[in-house]
């Protein structure tokens, strides 16, 4: 199956700064999501981008699939940015997402 | 607009004992419904999945079932709980192969003792 690799795996950062997490994975995709696990358990979605860019108010996010890769933008970061950030995808054909180990975010005052 | 509710949200069973966790989807019709665990630790594993009433795919051989009664509803069963089956499990619905995003339920967290 697909194998997905995120980095870093932790992170640590200054409320206010910016981030880029990455999502690389080993094979084509025509499915991937990016996804925010709040401190609750809650897993939200942010982002279905299989290929191109987007952007939601201070998140971003771009991916390159023909070089197999994504990023998530975080810009002027906020303590409700802490949590746990995830990449999933799905290949062609298959109905499941692989999800990433995540980016594990704590955002400080 | 489309919800899901999952079912209960904190569950602790003994060893040995039956499980059932519901999951209902809202707003949509035929939505592929998903079941995944959550361990100690951060990955996500999908357990089952399905694109249909009755129609159920497992992905992880183990010591859980899955049943779609109906549409919108996606149930997840056990007839005797080990300790290696606690952990946080999610539903999820998403949509057909060509996909968009995924939306999930706010879990249930299970303790196995």
């Known amino acids: 199956g697909i194998q997905v690799e995120q980095s870093p795996p932790d992170l640590i950062l200054q409320e206010g700064a910016n981030s880029t997490l990455r999502c690389n994975f080993s094979d084509s995709v025509n499915n991937l999501q990016w996804f925010h696990q709040n401190p609750w358990g809650q897993l939200i979605n942010l982002f279905y981008i299989p290929s191109g860019t987007k952007q939601n108010g201070r998140l971003s996010a771009t991916t390159v699939a023909t070089e197999r890769y994504s990023l998530l933008y975080i810009s002027s970061s906020q303590t409700t940015d802490s949590g746990v950030y995830f990449c999933a995808v799905g290949g062609a054909g298959s109905y499941q997402l692989t999800f990433g180990k995540g980016t594990k975010l704590s955002v400080i005052p | 607009s489309q919800t899901i509710h999952q079912w209960p949200a904190t569950l602790v069973q003994p060893v040995g004992s039956p499980l059932s966790l519901e999951c209902t989807v809202e707003?949509?019709?035929?939505?592929?419904l998903y079941w995944y665990r959550q361990a100690a630790g951060r990955g996500l594993q999908l357990l089952f999945y399905s694109v249909g009433i009755g129609q159920i795919s497992s992905e992880v051989p183990q010591n859980l079932s899955a049943s779609r009664p109906q549409d919108r509803q996606f149930i997840l069963s056990s007839k005797k709980l080990l300790l290696s089956d606690s952990g946080f499990y999610l539903c999820?619905?998403?949509?057909?192969?060509?996909?968009?995003?995924?939306?999930f339920g706010s879990g249930t967290r299970l303790t196995v003792v």
């Open positions: 999820a619905w998403g949509g057909t192969i060509s996909g968009y995003g995924y939306t």
């Open positions: 707003g949509t019709s035929n939505p592929n």
